[in-house]
C-alpha cells in the first residue's frame, strides 16, 4: 500500500494551492479518504475527508476554503486550498482507514499515510 502526495510549496497569504494523492495497492474507490495536517509544534489534526460515494466533511477551519475531490478512475485524491492564511502553514498527509467504507474522524482509524508534503504561507 502506497499513498503518495505531492503539490506542496510556499505561497502568499490569500493564494492557492492543490494538493494531490495518488494511491496503490488497495483499491482506494472503496475508502473514506482524508487529509490531515500538522503544524510545528501542533498535533495532527482532520482537514477533510470524502466517502467512497462522495460526501465531504471539512473542519471548520476550512470550510468554505479547501475543497476535497477524488477521481476514482485515477486512484486519486486532491485538496484544493484556496485563500490560505498564514496558521495553514503545516505538513499536509492523506490518509486510508484500515477497512473499506469505514469512515471515521478518529487517527486512531487510520491505517496508511502518506509521507506528506509541505505547505508554507507566507503572511
Known amino acids: 500500500v502506497q499513498l503518495v502526495e505531492s503539490g506542496g510549496g510556499s505561497v502568499q497569504a490569500g493564494g492557492s494551492l492543490r494538493l494531490s494523492c495518488v494511491t496503490s495497492?488497495?483499491?482506494?474507490?472503496?475508502?473514506?479518504m482524508g487529509w490531515f495536517r500538522q503544524a510545528p509544534g501542533k498535533e495532527r489534526e482532520g482537514v477533510a475527508n470524502?466517502?467512497?460515494?462522495?460526501?465531504?466533511r471539512y473542519a471548520d477551519s476550512v470550510k468554505g476554503r479547501f475543497s476535497i475531490t477524488r477521481d476514482n478512475a485515477k486512484n486519486a485524491l486532491y485538496l484544493q486550498m484556496d485563500s490560505l492564511k498564514y496558521e495553514d502553514t503545516a505538513m499536509y498527509y492523506c490518509?486510508?482507514?484500515?477497512?473499506?467504507?469505514?469512515?471515521?474522524?478518529?487517527?486512531?482509524?487510520?491505517?496508511?499515510w502518506g509521507q506528506g508534503t509541505q505547505v508554507t504561507v507566507s503572511s
Open positions: 490518509a486510508a482507514p484500515r477497512r473499506a467504507y469505514f469512515c471515521s474522524p478518529s487517527q486512531a482509524d487510520i491505517g496508511n
Open positions: 495497492g488497495f483499491t482506494s474507490s472503496r475508502y473514506c
Open positions: 470524502i466517502t467512497p460515494g462522495g460526501s465531504t
